[in-house]
């Protein structure tokens, strides 16, 4: 499959079956992540796989309940992973305060989407979370306060076909040659 | 080639040859962007390919400079591409207030890398920059106030050979199952 295929192949999944996930497919979307590129390869991630049910169940119930309902339907993903972002110790870290911005949230938004196209290749479905109670997750997971889950990842197998082009800006609308 | 395959085959280059840049694979590469996930599907960038001699000189002689110099490589590289970061409007700019952070550089992670992977297939060579004079590329641009330029793409033909296995943390000291 080109590159182009797959980007267009994944679509974000609301609608997941019970099938459980293999091992092998996950660990090698892990792989994917793992290579990803960072900011002075600071590498500032961990990939907490939550599949064991009464685990999965916990965390889903207490991140996908209330103001963060919106996202219940992750509930019935099989596979939870918890991106956990760690605190930087790179040149990034000082570069991030000269020029005002988080490099770490770059390389996480990096390193799921290889997470997420090696799971659309292996025939996976996905879907990204970013709205979620954190404070519950990081609780659950035993987390330090250092560490930051800004995004979770919803995996398993769509029980709906999807289809259509994405809804996208064009081209022209977001590019230009000088 | 797998996902996998392409993920290795990626390599940050810093040895950039004369050879300009095909225009066909540049499009391809912003079709990738274009089509990468973001939250709320807010799409907050816009890619400015600078490409034309006498603009492209200026912008990379005011980018890589003085204390920004340790990018200088890239001052050879026959394109780079300035990612502009838009302000967001979407639901996921009240979102990232609540959740102190902010979604739009996640997003331009994402976006970024399917441009790096593209070009990786159509057999070019990238980097990413995260250290250069901003102030001086948004002047040069013509760019607005509340806009920024987190990222510049370095794109063009490597001219030295690469090889060996990336750097990385393990995937134990990264991952886990619970």
């Known amino acids: 499959m080109s590159f182009l295929d797959l980007v267009k192949k994944r679509r974000s999944t609301r609608n997941f079956s019970s099938t459980p996930v293999d091992r092998g497919k996950l660990k090698r979307c892990l792989e994917a992540a793992r290579l990803a590129p960072s900011a002075c390869n600071g590498q500032p991630w961990r990939f907490i796989v939550v599949e064991s049910v009464p685990l999965r169940e916990i965390l889903a119930e207490r991140a996908f309940s209330g103001v963060h309902s919106m996202n219940a339907f992750a509930k019935k993903a099989p596979v939870l992973v918890a991106v956990v972002t760690l ?8 570069a991030g305060l000269l020029r005002r911005f988080s490099y770490p949230l770059i390389d996480i938004g990096i390193a799921c989407e290889h997470f997420v196209l090696q799971a659309t290749e292996e025939g996976l479905d996905t ?16 987390l330090k306060r250092e560490e930051r889950v800004h995004i979770l ?15 996208r800006k064009s081209l022209l609308e977001i590019s230009e040659f000088r």
Chains 1, 2 share one sequence.
């Open 127 to 142: 879907c990204w979370l970013g709205w979620f109670n954190e404070r519950a997750v990081k609780k659950i997971l035993n």
């Open 87 to 94: 605190p930087t110790r790179s040149p990034a870290a000082f």
């Open 153 to 167: 990842l919803a995996v398993g197998c769509g029980s709906g076909a999807q289809s259509g082009e994405k809804k």
